[in-house]
């Protein structure tokens, strides 16, 4: 099986290449130096030849996609459509990640898969739209939804925590946001199992399971770190105003996966123990 990865140069991708790699898979990744995805004609053959294409390209600067929608819709809904078109074109199938900032964040219990949309920042309507383009786009798709993602190739909350916290020896996080802490080694990991497993085209939810707040996983990566995590200190979202809405509950469910015979990924604190010394090393 031959896939394709756009975004191979981000957290999420540079994961995903290697465990390709590693099962034994061919894949050539791609980043936005070799390949414009919101160039149509740029992107026309790019899918040809490969069986399997995923796309974890994304504008994701949430606060600077308030201020810079239209250049977040290209990339998170413009590219997604051509992406699209060029997997329906090629015979191959599209594998989309998105958010859980489709959502309103109102919740009380986990948002189901086919839950009501409901984005309240541009991030999220621009998400949303790339939902909507690669449903409309392509038939055989598959588009999951992560939320909380960290790992050892990039910038991520964990990492960054456990710096602040030893430079200062304390630290405010808020405790009023929900949500499950998800590792990119395991999305790519489910990424693998959903196509392994041929997976009806639809709407799947790549999260940890259990769920804590900011305030939570921050005490967590600070103990991992060696600290002491009291000197976590609690915080509302009140005192830490942003120009993008955070959702307070982003705690996605997992049915669709459990409806297929696809196990979820484990419980957040488990996996955050098992990525933590090579996240923090990163």
Same mark, same amino acid.
């Given at each position: 099986?031959? !896939?394709?990865?756009?975004?191979?140069?981000? %957290?999420?991708?540079?994961?995903? %290449?290697? %465990?390709?790699?590693?099962?034994?898979?061919?894949?050539?990744?791609?980043?936005?130096?070799?390949?414009?995805?919101?160039?149509?004609?740029?992107?026309?053959?790019?899918?040809?030849?490969?069986? *399997?294409?995923?796309?974890?390209?994304?504008? /994701?600067?949430?606060?600077?996609?308030?201020?810079?929608?239209?250049?977040?819709?290209?990339?998170?809904?413009?590219?997604?459509?051509?992406?699209?078109?060029?997997?329906?074109?090629?015979?191959?199938?599209?594998?989309?990640? $998105?958010?859980?900032?489709?959502?309103?964040?109102?919740?009380?219990?986990?948002?189901?898969?086919?839950?009501?949309?409901?984005?309240? $920042?541009?991030?999220?309507?621009?998400?949303?739209?790339?939902? !909507?383009?690669?449903?409309?786009?392509?038939?055989?798709?598959?588009?999951? &939804? /992560?939320?909380?993602?960290?790992?050892?190739?990039?910038?991520?909350?964990?990492?960054?925590?456990?710096?602040?916290?030893?430079?200062?020896?304390?630290?405010? *996080?808020?405790?009023?946001?929900?949500? +499950?802490?998800? !590792?990119?080694?395991?999305? =790519?990991?489910?990424?693998?199992?959903? *196509?392994?497993?041929?997976?009806?085209?639809?709407?799947?939810?790549?999260?940890?399971?259990? +769920?804590? $707040?900011?305030?939570?996983?921050? +005490?967590?990566?600070?103990?991992?770190?060696?600290?002491?995590?009291?000197?976590?200190?609690?915080?509302?979202?009140?005192?830490?105003? &942003?120009?993008?809405? &955070?959702? =307070?509950?982003?705690?996605?469910?997992?049915? $669709?996966?459990? =409806?297929?015979?696809?196990?979820?990924?484990?419980? !957040?604190?488990? &996996?955050?123990? +098992?990525?933590?010394?090579? *996240?923090?090393?990163?």
């Amino acid at each position: 099986m031959r !896939w394709l990865v756009t975004g191979a140069l981000g %957290m999420l991708g540079t994961d995903l %290449m290697g %465990m390709l790699a590693d099962r034994g898979h061919e894949a050539v990744g791609i980043d936005r130096e070799d390949v414009d995805i919101t160039d149509a004609r740029a992107t026309a053959d790019i899918a040809r030849g490969f069986d *399997v294409l995923v796309n974890c390209a994304a504008f /994701t600067a949430v606060d600077p996609a308030e201020e810079n929608e239209g250049t977040a819709f290209a990339v998170n809904a413009v590219g997604p459509a051509n992406l699209a078109a060029a997997a329906r074109s090629a015979g191959a199938r599209l594998v989309q990640i $998105s958010t859980d900032y489709v959502f309103d964040g109102e919740a009380r219990t986990p948002y189901a898969e086919d839950a009501p949309i409901a984005p309240r $920042s541009a991030y999220g309507r621009t998400k949303a739209a790339g939902e !909507w383009a690669v449903r409309a786009g392509t038939p055989d798709h598959l588009v999951v &939804r /992560t939320a909380w993602l960290y790992g050892a190739h990039g910038p991520c909350f964990p990492r960054t925590i456990a710096r602040v916290a030893a430079e200062k020896g304390g630290l405010d *996080v808020v405790a009023d946001q929900v949500g +499950q802490p998800t !590792w990119t080694v395991d999305l =790519s990991d489910l990424i693998l199992r959903l *196509v392994a497993a041929e997976a009806p085209a639809g709407t799947y939810h790549g999260t940890s399971s259990g +769920q804590t $707040s900011w305030h939570g996983f921050a +005490q967590a990566a600070v103990l991992a770190a060696g600290l002491d995590p009291q000197i976590v200190r609690t915080t509302t979202s009140e005192a830490f105003v &942003r120009p993008a809405p &955070r959702p =307070s509950y982003s705690v996605l469910g997992h049915e $669709s996966l459990r =409806s297929i015979g696809v196990e979820p990924i484990g419980d !957040w604190r488990s &996996r955050w123990e +098992q990525a933590a010394p090579t *996240v923090l090393a990163g």
